[in-house]
């Protein structure tokens, strides 16, 4: 689970690397965000490039967690690294390719099908 502190990887080309989180919004205040919640998040490193700043505020999107996801039909899935995916306030993306996988129960929310389209694959 996502908790506030907590440093994670940004998963698009938006110009982030690595973001800590500031505040989970819309979870269990006790257990924490999991995938598909948003966030705010500080950057704390940065590619070169890119037109974001060090230690600015930003939304993001939790797509991948460590911790083991159980789904209805008996598989389980997780991942390796905590990552995330920079948005705006109106749920859209700040970049224009996402690296990797997310989850699946992802693609069934409407504002969030031009996130999923970005990434390569859904599990």
Same mark, same amino acid.
């Given at each position: 689970m996502i908790?506030?502190?907590?440093v994670l990887r940004?998963?698009?080309? $938006?110009?982030?690397? %690595?973001? +800590?989180? @500031? /505040?989970?919004?819309?979870?269990?205040?006790?257990?924490?965000?999991k995938g598909g919640d948003r966030i705010l998040i500080s950057l704390k490193s940065i590619r070169t490039d890119k037109?974001?700043?060090?230690?600015?505020?930003?939304? $993001?999107?939790?797509? %991948?967690? +460590?911790? @083991? /996801?159980?789904r209805f039909d008996g598989s389980c899935i997780w991942f390796n690294f905590n990552n995330v995916m920079v948005i705006n306030l109106k749920r859209s993306p700040l970049s224009t390719r996402a690296f990797g996988p997310i989850y699946m129960e992802l693609k069934w929310e409407k504002d969030l099908r031009?996130?999923?389209?970005?990434?390569?694959m859904t599990v």
């Open positions: 908790q506030m502190g907590t940004a998963m698009d080309n $938006s110009g982030a690397k %690595r973001v +800590k989180c @500031i /505040k989970p919004i819309k979870c269990s205040k006790k257990l924490g965000a037109k974001l700043k060090r230690g600015e505020l930003h939304w $993001s999107l939790v797509t %991948r967690i +460590k911790k @083991i /996801k159980k031009k996130l999923v389209g970005l990434a390569g």
